[in-house]
Nanobody, 125 residues
Framework: VQLVESGGGLVQAGDSLRLSCAASGRTFRPYTVAWFRQAPGKEREFVAGIKGNGGATFYSSSVKDRVTISRDNGKNTVYVQMNSLKPEDTAVYYC???????????????????WGQGTLVTVSS
């Protein structure tokens, strides 16, 4: 599975962005897909995840009121809508996918087998 993120950019605090993660190579439906982010000097951090097939969603407590993850299996794409962006949301955002994720590992970066190259989100104050 190849993953390509898009939708990042420079925005102002309070703005919204929708990031996309497009997959190619295999049927996307059974894959759990998650968004992670990594700010300079910090560890990679879970943002949101969506299970394959059933589509259950998971969110980081730090963003859950501002972020919505969704998927369009027909387009092999997963989206994350981010609202009320803050300067501390500045990071490179990565999507990741795997077929072997369970509820206890959805937030664990090392549980994912496939990663995109990342898209930079910069939020100015």
């Amino acid at each position: 599975v190849q993953l390509v993120e898009s939708g990042g950019g420079l925005v102002q605090a309070g703005d919204s962005l929708r990031l996309s993660c497009a997959a190619s190579g295999r049927t996307f439906r059974p894959y759990t897909v998650a968004w992670f982010r990594q700010a300079p000097g910090k560890e990679r951090e879970f943002v949101a995840g969506i299970k394959g097939n059933g589509g259950a969603t998971f969110y980081s407590s730090s963003v859950k009121d501002r972020v919505t993850i969704s998927r369009d299996n027909g387009k092999n794409t997963v989206y994350v809508q981010m609202n009320s962006l803050k300067p501390e949301d500045t990071a490179v955002y990565y999507c990741a996918a795997s077929q072997t994720i369970i509820n206890t590992t959805v937030r664990v970066p090392t549980a994912y087998h496939y990663w995109g190259q990342g898209t930079l989100v910069t939020v100015s104050s």
